[in-house]
């Protein structure tokens, strides 16, 4: 294949994988009113928090202990080669929102499709949840590790991976997903 047509190709593959991206995150957000969008951002987090205590035991404690979860209801990633993910979702202390982010990925390998996931992180210290309050644009792996919580063969969360400072669960619509990894993905805070 000649170089103007692998060219024109990665090009296309770019624009689609960016299109179907698009699409994937531009619904129930609560259109362009910011009220609408936290009460649209709340219920979704509500939903996501409910869905994850039922499927995973000891998770509801866990999030109880932590001192600030944020949670991306769906966060929608997809591509072809080329492919990238976005999501919004809120930071939550004492039970409570305190702000609301965006979430985004970019990667690039074989990689083809589109997925749909809730992504929590929990911050389980003071310090590591006031790093992240001070930032202005935070990346997982760059600012601070993110553990994953492997899921034993008896679905309880290890109580050494829930000593970690930040922990993080991603379920899909078939449950939790282990070995998975956050690293390199941007949290940025919206202004709602």
Known sequence: MNTQKRKFL???????????????????????????????????ADSALARLYAQQPGSKELVDSA???????????????????TGTGVLRTGGKTVSYHRMT?????????????????????????????????????ADANVTMLS??????????????????FVMTNRGLMGNLSLNGNRITRLDL
Do not use: H, Y
């Not at 770019?14 to 969008?37: E, F, H, K, M, R």
């Not at 899921?151 to 993080?168: E, F, H, K």
């Open 67 to 85: 001192r600030g979860v944020l949670v991306f209801p769906s966060f929608g990633s997809a591509g072809f080669l080329v492919g990238g993910g």
């Open 151 to 168: 899921v034993g063969a008896n679905a309880q969360i290890t109580t050494q991976t829930a000593r970690q400072d930040i922990i993080g």
């Open 10 to 44: 990665i090009a296309g593959v770019a624009l689609a994988a960016v299109t179907v991206i698009s699409a994937c995150t531009t619904t129930g957000t609560g259109g362009g009113d910011p009220a609408a969008q936290r009460q649209a951002l709340d219920a979704a």
């Open 105 to 141: 990925e970019a990667s690039v390998g074989l990689l083809a499709g589109a997925q749909s996931q809730a992504v929590f992180i929990l911050f389980m210290t003071e310090e590591a949840l006031k790093r992240f309050e001070a930032s202005r644009g935070w990346t997982v792996g």
